[in-house]
């Protein structure tokens, strides 16, 4: 299958987890690279459906090894719960398949409060973040202050962090948010108690990535989250504190560049977007309701509803300039049944000038007007169709018009939720 690296070609939620299982099952290795238990990649197999925020998703196909590598922020009881969760479904969640970049960092109580201190304080002005701890969790790798994976192991090195850390964290949430402070010996010991379970899963990624590529390819990289929730390109700073783009599939895992074949971005036949910021293809009107409840669009994560509005050409051209796609995989196509005409977002309008690429100035992307294409819509039932040919009419034209539109083809059409309801080209 070659070495492949997944995106979301939007703002996340696209679907990924269903094709992240489905490329799975042809893969060897499964590696995250970015992100944290912000993310949540829902999976329906049989019926059976699984949520899973921080495990990369090919942990439901027996025999593969799952990576978590260097770029992703881990929540230690977040990984330990999903494991035993896992695990109480008879699903090997092993050392052996499954493993944790010992350069991965960890994700503290303290991240967490100061999270959901700093989004209570900026009323009016509110990222949405998950309130997982995240970005605070990204600040400390950045000003080199953080808390490795790798560190579990050093119990001095642990506590002479967590000590550091408070010294800071306890003023601000004291001072600056009035905010419950955290009590260093607590933090320390409830940490260093579930590192015996986390040590043995504790790893060299980057050897374990090139020593597969090296037998022969079939890694995936599993990006989480979206294009333009990415901390340079996304529409900041409404975006999340990791780089999304496919690129950082490289630097997220250890995996050289060269390396990587293949790049499919997920595409939802829609749009949809979960908390604050600009969404210029936004419905607020009764058809924006019925892609909400005919797409089930709540989060994963928080079960906040997602905001919907019909496709955006333009994020997508920009997602396939910066991640160089090969292929696109299009989700959710069935949910646009029964309306009666589909409309694409081809361009923006902004005094006086036409963008095809999204304007680069903060805030610019709330002075936009879409300029749309109509399209027709259709009424059968798709969700049963196994080949482009047993699409009606104007779904194909939808699906040809997005390639058109992108330039990059439609590989893979998803019809339902289900493994089986994919239609491969
Ligand atoms: P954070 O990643 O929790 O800091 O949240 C920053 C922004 O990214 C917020 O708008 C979140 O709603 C959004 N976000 C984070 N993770 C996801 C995801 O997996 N899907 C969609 N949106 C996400």
Same mark, same amino acid.
């Given at each position: 299958m070659a070495n492949t690296v997944i995106i979301g070609a939007q703002w996340g939620d696209e679907g990924k987890g269903k094709i992240v299982d489905m490329l799975s099952a042809q893969s060897r290795v499964i590696v995250r690279f970015q992100g944290g238990n912000n993310a949540g990649h829902t999976i329906r197999v049989k019926g059976e459906e699984t949520i899973l925020h921080l495990i990369p998703s090919g942990i439901l196909h027996e025999g593969k090894i799952c990576l978590i590598g260097n770029g992703v922020v881990l929540d230690p009881e977040v990984f330990l719960r999903e494991a035993d969760h896992l695990k109480a479904r008879g699903i090997d969640v092993s050392p052996a398949r499954l493993g944790i970049s010992k350069k991965a960092h960890l994700i503290m109580p303290y991240h967490k409060s100061l999270d959901k201190a700093r989004e209570a304080k900026r009323a009016g002005h509110k990222i949405g973040t998950t309130g997982r701890g995240i970005g605070p969790c990204y600040e400390d790798k950045a000003a080199r202050v953080g808390l490795r994976a790798g560190d579990l192991a050093n119990p001095e090195l642990v506590r002479q962090k967590v000590r550091h850390a408070l010294l800071e964290k306890n003023v601000l949430l004291r001072e600056l948010y009035k905010y419950d402070t955290l009590d260093e010996a607590a933090v320390c010991d409830e940490l260093l108690q579930l590192a015996p379970r986390l040590i043995p899963y504790l790893t060299d990624v980057e050897s374990r990535i090139h020593e597969a590529v090296n037998a022969g390819g079939d890694v995936l990289f599993e990006g989480a989250q979206g294009i333009h929730l990415d901390i340079d390109h996304g529409t900041y700073p409404f975006v999340t504190s990791s780089n999304t783009v496919a690129g950082n599939a490289s630097a997220g895992s250890g995996v050289a560049p060269s390396r990587l074949d293949r790049i499919v971005g997920i595409v939802k036949a829609y749009t949809t977007r979960v908390g604050s910021g600009p969404f210029p293809t936004e419905l607020l009107d009764d058809t924006g309701s019925y892609l909400r409840s005919n797409g089930h669009e709540f989060g994963a994560t928080t079960g906040r509803p997602r905001r919907c509005g019909w496709l955006d050409a333009v994020i997508l051209r920009e997602t396939v300039r910066l991640n160089g796609l090969t292929d696109i995989a299009l989700t959710? @196509?069935?949910? @646009?049944?029964? @309306?009666?005409a589909l409309r694409i977002c081809v361009a923006y309008d902004c005094q006086e000038r036409r963008f095809e690429y999204l304007p680069q100035e903060e805030g610019a992307l709330e002075r936009v007007t879409p300029v749309y294409e109509e399209l027709p819509g259709f009424e059968e039932d798709i969700s049963q169709c196994s080949s482009f040919a047993d699409l009606p009419a104007a779904v194909q034209t939808y699906v040809r018009r997005i390639e058109e539109l992108t330039g990059v083809k439609v590989s893979l059409i998803s019809v339902g939720a289900d493994r089986q309801q994919t239609i491969v080209r």
């Open positions: 959710k @196509l069935d949910v @646009l049944r029964n @309306l009666p």
